[in-house]
Structure formats: structure tokens, C-alpha cells
């Protein structure tokens, strides 16, 4: 089972709003990682966590938390989001040994719509 | 700073043409090469992997090569069918501590004519 899977596929939500974002992954991948895409771009990296601890935050504006329960989830908590952060949301999920050196595995991503 | 640039920005063809999609990348420090294919508003399916160890890499109706050395990347699409038509996107993997960090381009839209 090669497959990352995302839920929900849309999502629109106020600026007010909380919402999450999930990702799950049952291909014993260590490393876990969210992108954010906009329109006629290439996906920008936001986090990456390894062996469930945050390795990695780009900068990201803390209106997104990620949190990975275990290791084979992901989620990423949205609170008082801006419309310019509408965008695809993609997860995606790695190997972290040096034979497999990272290819990583994308799922469909989430469409989310800010209003 | 890794840097991948894709050419050309996009490309036409008639079906059944053999194309080839360009990718160059700055620092020849990478891990591997990936080449992704997106349909619009979908997510990113892989459709090769090169090691850096390797040349080339070859599934079906697609080949890429690598020349780490050059920095440069070709995806050979051959005999191509309107169902090929999506944008492609080529990634390198560098290291970023104990993860591996993915730098893509900025794609080729690819559209092939019936």
C-alpha cells in the first residue's frame, strides 16, 4: 500500500473558524510532511516531522499548528486563517533510511477555501 | 540555496509526438531526483525516482536521466497520448539535517492534442 490519504478533500471556513486537517499514512514512514500550493505553483514546504517530532517549521505563521499523534498521522489545526491562505494543502509521507534516501509519497490534498 | 528551474514553461504537442522536459538544478549536492505529474486542483502522483548513484531510471512510456555533475534532468515522454497532458514537475532531495528536503520547479504545463 503505497497511498497517503487526506481528509476532507474541501473545506471552507471562516476567518473565525477552527479547523484540522488530517493525513494518514500506513506505509511505516518515519518522516511526515505538509505543503502548501497555490494556484499555478509549485508546493511550498511548511513542516516536516521525523519520528513525530517537529524537525522542520518554515516560517510558517502560528494560525497553523501541526501535531503528529503517531506515526502514521498527521494533522494540521487551522484557527483564524487570513483568505490569502486558501490554497491546496498537500501531505506527504518518506522513509528516512538511506537506501530509500526520502522519496516521498503525496496524497490528493485538501482544497481549502478561506471567506 | 537549491535552486530548480524547468524548461520550457509549457509545451504542446499532437499526439503521438515523443517530448522531452527539461529540468536543471543549482547544487549537485542532492540525494535524488523526482519526477511528479499533477492534474489540475489534484495532488502529486511520482512517476520516477533516480538515485543519485544512478543515470537513469525508466517506467513504460517514460525515461529520465540524471547528470548530477551538469546539474540537468530530462523526462522522455515517447509516443504521447492526451491523457499525458498534466503539468510535470521535477524535485530534487537535499539533505536538511535528518530529513530530506524536497525543492521543486516551477513545472511544465503539458497539454497533447488529439
Known amino acids: 500500500d503505497t497511498e497517503v490519504t487526506q481528509t476532507p478533500k474541501h473545506l471552507v471556513m471562516g476567518m473565525t473558524n477552527k479547523k484540522s486537517l488530517k493525513c494518514e499514512q500506513h506505509m511505516g514512514h518515519r518522516a511526515m510532511y505538509w505543503y502548501k500550493q497555490k494556484a499555478k505553483k509549485p508546493p511550498e514546504l511548511m513542516f516536516v516531522?521525523?519520528?513525530?517530532?517537529?524537525?522542520i517549521n518554515e516560517s510558517v505563521p502560528s494560525r497553523f499548528s501541526p501535531e503528529c499523534p503517531n506515526s502514521s498521522l498527521l494533522n494540521l489545526h487551522l484557527h483564524a486563517l487570513q483568505p490569502e491562505d486558501s490554497a491546496l494543502y498537500l501531505c506527504a509521507s518518506s522513509q528516512l533510511d538511506l537506501i530509500a534516501r526520502g522519496e516521498q509519497y503525496f496524497g490528493p490534498g485538501t482544497r481549502l477555501t478561506v471567506t | 540555496k537549491q535552486e530548480v528551474t524547468q524548461i520550457p514553461a509549457a509545451l504542446s504537442v499532437p499526439e503521438g509526438e515523443n517530448l522531452v522536459l527539461n529540468c536543471s538544478f543549482t547544487d549537485s549536492a542532492i540525494y535524488n531526483l523526482q519526477w511528479f505529474r499533477q492534474d489540475p486542483g489534484k495532488g502529486l502522483t511520482s512517476l520516477l525516482l533516480?538515485?543519485?548513484?544512478?543515470r537513469e531510471q525508466t517506467s513504460g512510456r517514460l525515461n529520465a536521466s540524471l547528470d548530477k555533475s551538469s546539474g540537468r534532468s530530462t523526462l522522455y515522454i515517447a509516443a504521447s497520448q492526451p491523457g499525458d497532458s498534466a503539468t510535470y514537475l521535477c524535485?530534487?532531495?537535499?539533505?536538511?539535517?535528518?530529513?530530506?528536503?524536497?525543492?521543486f520547479g516551477k513545472g511544465t504545463l503539458l497539454t497533447v492534442n488529439p
Open positions: 524535485a530534487v532531495t537535499s539533505s536538511g539535517g535528518s530529513n530530506y528536503k524536497l525543492t
Open positions: 516531522y521525523s519520528y513525530e517530532k517537529l524537525s
Open positions: 533516480i538515485q543519485s548513484s544512478q
